[in-house]
């Protein structure tokens, strides 16, 4: 089954600089791959998902890169600010019959003013 | 948000008892799973269901059952908790497998 690995446990960096957030996955490439935001004390929440077709998605402030060939996503929050500061999450499928969706240990953001 | 609501919120027992939790969703989604969250883990799942009756184990599925007999319920039981077990347990509810995810706001289990 699937491996994820999100290299930086935790990363801080200034306001208005931005944050590279870093997701490799071990096996087999999946269709598509998510990430999500969480909170302390709350569920995560959904972001962005982007297919193995596409190289590059754009929400906002937000950019997510995939590379099926370094078998690595790559989040970026441009602009950063406080409020950006939370952990980050990626997923992808548990195996290649896409039936679950399994995610990384979750890199966590703060973001100085 | 999503219509996702999980029971009890905050649960402490003791070892070698029975606990339920519940997972209830007003979206009619056809996929729900269970996840669990720790310290140096991350969120790892545990079980999922594909339809009512319908579901199968997660990565960290030992000592763990689960039962769907309606499309909005999904229930995680432990027979017999054990210390290991204590974590915060969240249910997440989808429209297609292994897509979007909506999360319920989590229950917190420790087991004593």
């Known amino acids: 089954s699937q491996k994820i690995e999100q290299n930086s446990e935790a990363l801080n960096i200034q306001e208005g600089k931005t944050a590279t957030l870093t997701c490799n996955y071990t096996n087999y490439s999946p269709a598509y791959l998510q990430w999500y935001r969480q909170d302390p004390g709350r569920g995560p929440v959904f972001l962005l998902l982007?297919?193995?077709?596409?190289k590059e998605k754009r929400k906002e402030r937000l950019k997510v890169t995939f590379d099926t060939t370094l078998k690595q996503s790559l989040f970026h929050i441009t602009a950063s600010q406080p409020a950006d500061s939370a952990t980050y999450l990626c997923?992808?499928?548990?195996?290649?019959?896409?039936?679950?969706?399994?995610f990384g240990k979750g890199t966590t953001l703060s973001v100085s003013s | 948000d999503a219509g996702i609501t999980q029971s009890p919120r905050h649960k402490v027992t003791e070892t070698g008892t029975p606990v339920t939790l519940r997972c209830h969703q007003t979206?009619?989604?056809?996929?729900m799973y269970w996840y669990r969250q720790d310290p140096g883990h991350g969120l790892r799942l545990i079980h999922y269901s594909y339809g009512v009756k319908d579901t199968d184990k997660g990565e960290v599925s030992d000592g763990y059952s689960v039962s769907r007999s309606k499309t909005e319920d999904f229930l995680l039981t432990l027979e017999s908790a054990t210390s290991s077990q204590t974590s915060v347990y969240f249910c997440?509810?989808?429209?297609?497998?292994?897509?979007?995810?909506?999360f319920g706001e989590g229950s917190r289990l420790t087991v004593l």
């Open positions: 997923a992808l499928a548990l195996n290649q019959a896409g039936t679950a969706l399994i």
């Open positions: 997440a509810i989808g429209d297609k497998a292994a897509g979007e995810l909506f």
């Open positions: 982007i297919r193995e077709n596409e």
């Open positions: 979206e009619n989604h056809r996929y």
